[in-house]
């Protein structure tokens, strides 16, 4: 059995290996809404993904990449379940040993634009629409504002989330949304491809110290992020000096 058979898979959530990378797929109705099915699935391959994996590729199918997740909670005892669910796939984009990657090709919303945004890398198309549509269902998007505050900032955060008016993929490079946007697919397809082939020439360690330590300094002093700094670049360059090779 392959690494790619042996993934849990969900309706609408399409894996496909191409040697060290994933390429995973959204494919369901209404914009590729993300069932709760389709969060355990992803969230469980971040978590445990296929042995010599390196890079993780997020894309869409159809003219949008997400425009949200669906809402199944029927009664007040299912919402902390629900809730449950959609964090732990926000847990294992942070905690991943995966490099990930978003193709963005077209419109993201709320849950679909924290996909794009909590990758490491994500590129857009220029014509793609971001937004957060939550308060035009009178609904304050809580699990986007516990991360988005610090990504583009509160003023920028507050607009998005009190507005919900879109923001064009310039706009979401320029606030730290997005890396960067090309003109159309095929130069999507061109960039996507670009930042792959950069990311295998290091090595699958390297990677997970770097997101490691962004990830331990986000709620550091300066000083104390410096002082973890130091400890962890003496750990890596002796880890470095006894690699044969290097």
Not at 82 to 102: G, I, P, Q
Not at 151 to 167: I, K, Q
Request: one cysteine or more; aromatic letters at 4%.
């Amino acid at each position: 059995m392959t690494a790619t058979q042996q993934i849990s898979t969900a309706p609408g959530l399409h894996f496909e290996r191409d040697g060290a990378v994933l390429n995973a797929r959204l494919d369901s109705p209404d914009g590729n809404l993300m069932t709760m099915a389709m969060c355990d699935a992803l969230a469980g391959v971040l978590t445990n993904p296929p042995d010599g994996v390196h890079v993780l590729v997020l894309s869409g199918a159809g003219d949008q990449f997400c425009m949200g997740r669906e809402r199944t909670a029927a009664t007040p005892d299912d919402l902390p379940g629900e809730v449950r669910r959609l964090v732990a796939v926000n847990d294992a984009l942070a905690s991943t040993s995966l490099v990930t990657v978003a193709r963005v090709h077209g419109d993201a919303a709320g849950f679909g634009v924290g996909l794009a945004a909590l990758c490491d890398v994500a590129v857009a198309t220029r014509a793609a629409r971001l937004s957060f549509p939550e308060v035009r269902i009178n609904l304050a998007p809580a699990l986007v504002l516990a991360w988005l505050p610090h990504m583009v900032g509160r003023r920028a955060a507050f607009w998005l989330t009190a507005s919900g008016m879109p923001v064009s993929g310039d706009e979401a490079v320029r606030i730290g949304l997005l890396n960067e946007v090309t003109e159309d697919v095929d130069a999507l397809d061109a960039a996507v491809d670009d930042k792959i082939a950069a990311l295998l020439a290091a090595q699958p360690r390297v990677h997970t110290e770097i997101r490691a330590m962004l990830r331990s300094v986000e709620s550091l002093s300066e000083r104390q992020a410096y002082e973890l700094a130091s400890d962890r670049l003496v750990l890596g360059s002796l880890r470095r000096l006894h690699t044969p090779g290097h």
